[in-house]
């Protein structure tokens, strides 16, 4: 007894100087977090190349490189490390080489990263490589002028340009410019290389649209057959760009394609919504590839369709599943698709029969992407993370067993982190609807203990809260300060069926107001933790509209963080890139449905504004202009709330410099405490 009684002595002992070395998460922590990339497999299955990238605070800006790990988790090395970063490591087929990204460039390298070889020398440069399966052509898109056929043009072209002392755009059409690029005049074109030749075809010559599309395709959309012979692309043809989200999927084949001539090209997507990722199976039969039904619908269901290469028939296999496909992949035999989706706070791993469209969840409380599949489809190769873990490359074989951690580029940093994993909870929602929400506990929690609450409030309006290390918007930084974090996924949230996602639109701050306020009353009610004279909110996006909403319309908080986000529906309308989404969210042009634009818009509801505000918003962001905030600011400020505008002129929809996100943090962190009531 004696001896388990000492036993347990140390065991505390040891827990408890454990606990007293360990601290909370801080942001220079979160910005020393080496970020797992691209994660690539060899042809043959014993090798994996990923990218990792890290930021340097006092330089301001991030570096990436690529480093390899053998496929059973041993041997961990660098495979490009200098001073330029390297990326989108592609391993060459029937080759022992590497391909890689340098400089706007192709080059390549042997697997110890030695003898490197530039492979393309445009002056437009070369991106996004794809290999044929006997390694002799590639794939790659590049930036030119539709009318030019050489390389000389472009570069004439960019020097009159540049010489031009009438510094002026001219504008002839939508989208002139998206999310945070001026568009300009050039397109993205897809191009095939003759490897030994050094001869390359511009596939889209004097294409007016850009390969990949500019918007809502996916990392996957443009391939080679298995046999090279043909070739399956991603591309947005219609007319008015700024309102269509009519993707679709067309095929080349090779065999037609000459030098300086325009190689034809057939369609065989349905038409309407939005086609892209088509990928060949591995028997050269079919060509997969994911397609939403409803045309202008930018978060419709992604049904998985097959298309017979033979027949030239078109199935989908998912029609009995409420489910939206994310990234899918091949079994070696053709006979099954991997892929992830959104279930929940997860992005888990399922795998479907193309035959008789059986479906197989294979694990579920993970958060996954980038995936891989073995040459002999035993083992699943990709990206999962946790609110307590940033990426890593993981395995799992493909009957759902074994789930395993292959990098811990982090590991060092994390052990001396306290943080708290993710809980959820379930409350009503309007209309009796189930909503579940994501709790964290702040480090070293005591149950006996009150603490303020930070409540978060999504963007999208369609995405979710799930359980994943966010950079930007990180819950455990959130809970450092020694808050309890909620965070809910109420209409509009993916991974709780079409409909539920479906419920936002044309209803911005109806039911899902309802369902966000009642997760909030809920949380109050139940978790006794939780000080109820101290509570949060913060937004971004339309998280940053629901902050406005909340402005006009409750005063259940301390204080409030409105980050990006949309105050004016109708100006928006007018500054906003993507039309398709304000026209399918709100039911057509502000001319055409003003009345619910006016229902909907927190700028009409000012007078009621009383609670304490901080607005940030960046000067290149397209999505949500930045007159949404000078807008903002400018009703606070006159009808006297207690408000706060941050302006960052060089960032976008996201905060993504080093120095810039510690200032954001800290600023957030400083208005929470100056609204909090002490006892």
């Not at 006092?58 to 570096?63: D, H, I, P, R, T």
């Not at 990709?382 to 580029?409: A, H, M």
């Not at 105050?567 to 001319?591: A, D, H, I, K, R």
Request: charged content about 25%; proline content about 4%.
């Amino acid at each position: 007894m004696k001896k388990i009684f000492t036993s347990i002595l140390l065991l505390t002992i040891t827990f408890s100087l454990t606990a007293q070395t360990k601290r909370a998460i801080t942001v220079d922590d979160l910005w020393a977090m080496k970020r797992v990339g691209a994660v690539e497999l060899s042809n043959d299955g014993k090798l994996i190349a990923f990218t990792v990238t890290e930021y340097s605070m006092e330089e301001n800006k991030g570096q990436t490189d690529i480093w390899l790990i053998n496929s059973d988790g041993t041997n961990i090395r660098v495979l490009k490390d200098s001073p330029q970063t390297e990326s989108q490591p592609k391993f060459i087929p029937n080759s022992s080489r590497i391909s890689y990204a340098k400089g706007g460039q192709i080059w390549t390298c042997d697997p110890d990263g030695a003898n490197d070889e530039q492979l393309t020398d445009l002056y437009s440069g070369a991106s996004g490589v794809r290999w044929s399966a006997d390694g002799k052509k590639i794939l790659f898109v590049s930036s030119i002028y539709p009318e030019c056929i050489t390389q000389e043009c472009v570069k004439n072209k960019d020097e009159a340009k540049a010489a031009n002392t009438v510094q002026v755009e001219v504008f002839t059409e939508l989208m002139y410019r998206h999310w945070n690029d001026w568009r300009g005049e050039k397109r993205s074109h897809l191009f095939l290389m003759d490897v030994a030749g050094k001869k390359y075809y511009d596939l889209t010559l004097m294409s007016a649209f850009d390969v990949p599309p500019i918007a809502l395709g996916s990392a996957n959309d443009y391939n080679f057959s298995p046999d090279g012979i043909e070739i399956a692309f991603t591309m947005n043809t219609s007319k008015m760009l700024a309102a269509s989200t009519n993707n679709d999927v067309f095929v080349i084949n090779t065999t037609d394609i000459k030098e300086n001539q325009i190689t034809p090209y057939k369609k065989i997507s349905p038409g309407g919504g939005n086609d892209n990722q088509p990928v060949y199976s591995p028997n050269g039969k079919f060509i997969a590839f994911t397609s939403m039904e409803r045309a202008g619908f930018e978060a419709d269901k992604q049904r998985l369709m097959i298309y017979n290469r033979n027949s030239k028939e078109i199935k989908s296999v998912s029609d009995n599943l409420d489910i939206s496909f994310g990234q899918i992949i091949w079994s070696p035999d053709s006979k099954f698709i991997y892929y992830n989706a959104a279930n929940e706070v997860y992005n888990p791993i399922y795998k479907i029969d193309i035959t008789n469209g059986k479906n197989l969840l294979l694990k579920k409380e993970i958060v996954s992407s980038d995936l891989n599949i073995s040459p002999n489809g035993k083992n699943l190769f990709f990206k999962n993370q946790r609110s307590t873990l940033p990426y890593e490359v993981f395995s799992i074989s493909t009957d759902g067993k074994n789930l395993t951690q292959l990098t811990r580029s982090n590991q060092k940093l994390l052990s001396g982190l306290e943080m708290n994993g993710i809980e959820t909870f379930w409350s009503d929602g309007a209309e009796g609807a189930k909503v579940q929400s994501i709790l964290v506990k702040p480090p070293f929690f005591d149950e006996n203990k009150k603490y303020p609450l930070t409540f978060l409030i999504h963007g999208g309006p369609q995405g979710n809260w799930n359980d994943d290390f966010h950079y930007r918007w990180n819950l455990q930084m959130f809970a450092s300060k020694g808050h309890v974090v909620i965070a809910v996924n109420p209409r509009g949230s993916t991974g709780y069926g079409q409909k539920f996602t479906d419920e936002i639109s044309r209803d911005w701050g109806g039911k899902v107001y309802v369902d966000l306020m009642n997760a909030y009353d809920y949380a109050i009610e139940n978790f006794k933790f939780i000080d109820s004279k101290n509570t949060f909110a913060a937004g971004a996006s339309y998280g940053g509209y629901m902050i406005n909403w909340i402005e006009g319309n409750t005063d259940r908080f301390n204080a409030l963080v409105c980050h990006d986000g949309v105050y004016n529906l109708e100006s928006m309308y007018g500054t906003t890139e993507e039309l398709w989404f304000p026209e399918w969210e709100n039911g057509g042009t502000p001319w055409e449905n003003n009345e619910l634009y006016e229902k909907w818009s927190p700028s009409n509801f000012v007078k009621n504004f009383r609670t304490p505000m901080l607005v940030i918003h960046g000067g290149k962001d397209f999505r949500v202009p930045e007159s949404q905030a000078f807008e903002l600011f400018t009703a606070l400020q006159r009808v006297g709330v207690e408000s706060k505008f941050i302006y960052f002129p060089e960032e976008t929809h996201f905060v993504l410099k080093p120095q810039n996100a510690k200032f954001w943090w800290n600023s957030v962190f400083e208005w929470y405490d100056k609204y909090y009531v002490s006892d």
